[in-house]
């Protein structure tokens, strides 16, 4: 087995760091060989906040997955998010050199779509074509070989602040990685999630994190806008935590274990028993009383996410629906309250499956380190040599790690 097929996603999120380790096969498949994953210390809101602390996260998550996988890892595609990340459409136009559109053409169309004014404190992360326009033919997916004079292209622009991308990076390189890539994670987690079939109809996917909320809006088979929302889980936890006065951790297990955004569907006298602050006794609170604080955020998110659609005239072209992932998008009837107020069909998106742990990993909060995997692994494959029979038989399962058993767990 080559290193060069091997490919590794790092989702550095604000509540847990994972590693995924793929071997790429000759048919292009990827197979997963090595999961590492840590609860995240370093982060708010998709930044990064304390350096060491990140370091560690990913440094323990790496190591989990390189002992899994059994070999040195040197790089890495990462993600990124936070609300620095600003993005919007753009576009270029060139004269075509020698009538028939080259390769080149296409490059220097794309260069020119790059041209834009942006702060000094900025940095283009991705440049990602929608169409091309060959002379007054529009809607052209790949140009190349056209014959015409003159040769357009509307892209849509990913911006990031420098310095914040840096840190990333910087945590990265610490934690003894190369970056081979930076993905926005919204991007990321649409290539784990959506169907080609959805992305050309019009879909709104949203990865809900701990600490942001990511959308990614695709229409005929582009990306047409980005945002990220920084309001994650970790608000429907703390929401929670205030209103019952009880701890943040006593509060994700309320969250996770007897949550709904919708009280109409419980039977809101049912009380559950939750440990008041330290020194305090427990107390009996009713799943209506719950629900109440969970829907009223669930509701503010969904609002929030209308508005965008809203200013950016994007409603007509979102014939899909839309597709809620990340661990956030796990809390009970959120599908129901984001149809009534979204007013269009709305499912929970899991990651499409891969050869290797593919049950584990089919859980929303690993669409986006699954999408890296993805990413990461285009125009990359090198074949050297079939892959040995004891990588490809060995025991997957028995190697887990407590934290991806306890995944494992919570499926099945
Ligand atoms: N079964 C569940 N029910 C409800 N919420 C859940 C469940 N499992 C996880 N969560 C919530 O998912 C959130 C974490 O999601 P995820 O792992 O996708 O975030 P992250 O990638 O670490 O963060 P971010 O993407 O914001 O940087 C937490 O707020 C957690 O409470
Ligand atoms: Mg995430």
Known sequence: MSDKNIIVGLDIGTTKVCTIVGYQKPNSEIEIIGIGTHPSYGLKKGQVVNVDKTVRSIKASLEEARLMAGMK?????????????????????????????????????????KAVVIPSDREILHIIPQEYKVDNTAGIKNPEGMVGVRLECNVHVVTGEISLIQNLVKCVEHAGLHTQKIILQPIASSEAVLTLEEKEMGVVLIDIGGGTTDVAIWHDGSLIHSHIIPVGGNHFTNDLAVALKISHNEAERVKVNHGSVLKEKLNQMTSISVQGLSGTKPRDVSLGQI???????????????????KEKELDEKITGGY??????????????????????????????????????????????????????????????????????????????????????????
Request: hydrophobic share 40%.
């Open 73 to 113: 890892l040197d790089s890495a595609t990462i993600g990124i998010a936070g609300n620095h990340i600003y993005s919007f459409n753009s576009s270029g136009v060139v004269a075509i050199k020698h009538k028939e559109i080259t390769h080149d053409d296409v490059e220097r169309v794309l260069e020119a779509a």
């Open 291 to 309: 629900s109440e604080v969970l829907e009223a955020r669930a509701e503010e998110l969904f609002h929030i996410i209308k508005n965008i659609i």
């Open 323 to 412: 597709v809620i992932t990340g661990g956030g998008g796990l809390i009970n009837d959120l599908p129901e309250l984001a149809e009534y107020i979204l007013e269009r069909p709305v499912k929970v998106g899991y990651p499409q499956s891969f050869g290797g742990m593919t049950n584990i990993m089919r859980n929303p909060k690993f669409s986006t380190v699954l999408g890296l995997l993805i990413e990461g692994s285009k125009g990359k494959y090198h074949y050297d040599q079939e892959m040995p029979s004891e990588m490809v038989n060995h025991d997957i399962l028995g190697r887990l790690s407590d934290s991806i058993k306890s995944v494992f767990k919570e499926i099945f």
